[in-house]
């Protein structure tokens, strides 16, 4: 059975030394089947403290919507095919728009 443990950063190197480890998804200091958690009482959470953590969602990672930034020069083409490799539907396209197509 898993005991969460509040431990603070300052305070790790020794907790670790006494056999806790670190859960990384819950980003919290545990030990496993101790039976005397006499050594870890400072770090024990009070009653219902680590309750309301887990009960907590992850805070949601904002990101911003990646936009696509196209300079005077681009232009599309409507066809499958590699733009560095070309093929015949897309030829005409490049040669009209002053680029030479792949050989």
């Known amino acids: 059975m898993k ?3 509040r431990v603070p950063f300052a305070e790790k190197d020794e907790a670790k030394r ?7 998804a819950k980003k ?3 030990v496993q089947s ?12 009070a009653q219902g403290d680590l309750v309301e953590a887990a009960a907590k969602p992850a805070p949601a990672v ?19 095919c590699l733009p560095w ?4 539907a897309c030829g005409p396209v490049v040669e009209a728009r002053g680029w030479r197509a792949p050989a």
């Open 62 to 80: 904002r990101t911003k919507a990646a936009q696509v930034q196209t300079g005077p020069r681009y232009f599309e083409l409507h066809c499958d």
């Open 3 to 5: 005991t969460y443990l």
């Open 34 to 45: 101790v039976p005397n958690l006499a050594a870890f009482e400072r770090w024990l959470p």
């Open 18 to 24: 006494l056999g806790a480890r670190w859960d990384p």
């Open 28 to 30: 919290l200091w545990y």
């Open 85 to 88: 490799v070309g093929c015949a």
